[in-house]
Nanobody, 123 residues
Framework: VQLAESGGGLVQPGGSLRLSCAAS????????ITWWRQAPGKEREGVAC????????SYEDFVKGRFTISRDNAKYLVTLQMNNLKFEDSASYYC?????????????????WGQGTQVTVSS
């Protein structure tokens, strides 16, 4: 399994970005993908999760109402639409895959990780 993120960049506060996670090499159909992020000096934290089988989602409180996670199963693509970005959203964003459908789960359940994409919110 390989995951590849794209779509990061520099944006002003209040702006939007759309991150994509392209998956390949998947041979099972019961899994979930979570977007994680890590800022310098801080621990990695989960952001949003999607169950690939039924499309159910979960979000951390600090992104609810601003971020939307979605999937395109035909393309093995998961996107994270980020609106109304704040300074504190600046981080490296990673998508990760875990077998099983219980969003979000815990970090150690995620066996497959992408390389990450940088999001910087700055004026």
């Amino acid at each position: 399994v390989q995951l590849a993120e794209s779509g990061g960049g520099l944006v002003q506060p209040g702006g939007s970005l759309r991150l994509s996670c392209a998956a390949s090499g998947i041979t099972f159909d019961d899994y979930r993908i979570t977007w994680w992020r890590q800022a310098p000096g801080k621990e990695r934290e989960g952001v949003a999760c999607i169950n690939i089988r039924d499309g159910s989602t979960s979000y951390e409180d600090f992104v609810k109402g601003r971020f939307t996670i979605s999937r395109d199963n035909a393309k093995y693509l998961v996107t994270l639409q980020m609106n109304n970005l704040k300074f504190e959203d600046s981080a490296s964003y990673y998508c990760a895959l875990a077998v099983g459908s219980s969003c979000p789960g815990v970090e150690w359940e995620y066996d497959y990780w992408g390389q990450g994409t940088q999001v910087t919110v700055s004026s």
